[in-house]
């Protein structure tokens, strides 16, 4: 998962954000470590609270991240913004 790259072109399933919702729980920046381009500085986020955001009048991740900042209080609000944007959403 820390290997994903969402500017792959040849990835037929890039659209996937594989890796954002480990990028939310990890503890550390390990996509540097891996050399992929996402740079991760959010943690902290559990599971538990990443599955409760979702509700059935989330149809977008911008949606998901919206609801997710509103529910959960974390520090890293900008943070977790820019991980997002890095994944194209």
Known sequence: ???????????????????????????ANETLLAGNPVNDYVSGYTNAQ????F??????????RARLLQTVANTTSSQVTGLFAQYHY
């Not at 990443?50 to 955001?53: E, G, I, K, Q």
């Not at 509700?55 to 998901?64: A, C, E, P, R």
């Open 55 to 64: 509700q059935s009048n989330i149809y977008t991740l911008q949606d998901y």
């Open 1 to 27: 998962m820390e290997n994903f790259d969402p500017n792959l072109s040849t990835d037929h399933f890039k659209w996937i954000p594989k890796g954002l919702f480990y990028d939310l729980l990890d503890p």
């Open 50 to 53: 990443m599955f409760s955001t």
